[in-house]
């Protein structure tokens, strides 16, 4: 199976800041990496497929990169309602796995 | 607008049997496979399985192979998840999902359902 590893954990920001999470492949997934947003109580949310295509809707505050093993997902200026929890998650093969997720606070 | 809704989760006792449903709308079913996964509340999301486009080819985590069974009714736009011989291991929220993938080979999971919890305990 392939482990992703995710990092940070948790993360607090400021209003405005720039917030950067990162997310590690055991093995290499080409760009087959999806970042997804998920409130308590709510489904996840796609944001980013292949690891940089902006899912429709998303705003464009949101982007990713990488390839191969890392990826970073980036949120360019934090917003109140970006509070969450963000995953990653490789669809390069079964099973598909997840990383354990960051938790994103506002100051 | 794509939709999912699943149903079907309930409270069942460890060693029992359950039938997940998940209805799709606004969007051409046969066209997509479709995935279930889980999530015990508070914890990470957890794949449990996925079937192709006209329902003959499913796959399986290990955790839940020979005991859940995935199928799918076109006709119906539903797809179900049998589950049996339950453990409290499996108590979980359900999401099915809709696999997508552009021209270039990459793709991702959307819409998701709202979730249908399923508890194992007696």
């Known amino acids: 199976d392939i482990q992703m590893t995710q990092s940070p954990s948790s993360l607090s920001a400021s209003v405005g800041d720039r917030v950067t999470i990162t997310c590690r492949a055991s093995?290499?997934?080409?760009?087959?990496l999806n970042w997804f947003q998920q409130n308590p109580g709510k489904p996840p949310k796609l944001l980013i497929y292949?690891?940089?295509i902006l899912q429709g809707g998303v705003p464009s505050r949101f982007s990713g990169t990488g390839s191969g093993t890392d990826f970073t997902l980036i949120i360019s200026s934090l917003q109140p309602e970006d509070l969450a929890t963000y995953f990653c998650?490789?669809?390069?093969?079964?099973?598909?796995?997840f990383g354990g997720g960051t938790n994103v606070e506002i100051k | 607008e794509a939709q999912l809704v699943e149903s079907g989760g309930n409270l069942v006792q460890p060693g029992g049997s359950l039938r997940l449903s998940c209805a799709a709308s606004g969007f051409i079913f046969s066209d997509y496979w479709i995935h279930w996964f889980r999530q015990v509340p508070g914890k990470g999301l957890v794949w449990v399985s996925r079937i192709n486009k006209d329902g003959s080819s499913t796959t399986y985590a290990d955790s839940v192979k020979g005991r859940f069974t995935m199928s799918r009714d076109n006709s119906k736009n539903t797809v179900y998840l049998q589950m049996s011989s339950l453990r409290a291991e499996d108590t979980a929220v359900y999401y099915c999902?809709?696999?997508?993938?552009?021209?270039?080979?990459?793709?991702?999971?959307?819409?998701w359902g709202q979730g249908t919890l399923v508890i194992v305990s007696s």
């Open positions: 999902t809709r696999a997508f993938g552009n021209i270039h080979g990459y793709g991702g999971y959307d819409p």
């Open positions: 292949g690891a940089s």
């Open positions: 093995q290499t997934i080409d760009s087959h």
């Open positions: 998650q490789q669809s390069y093969s079964t099973p598909l796995t």
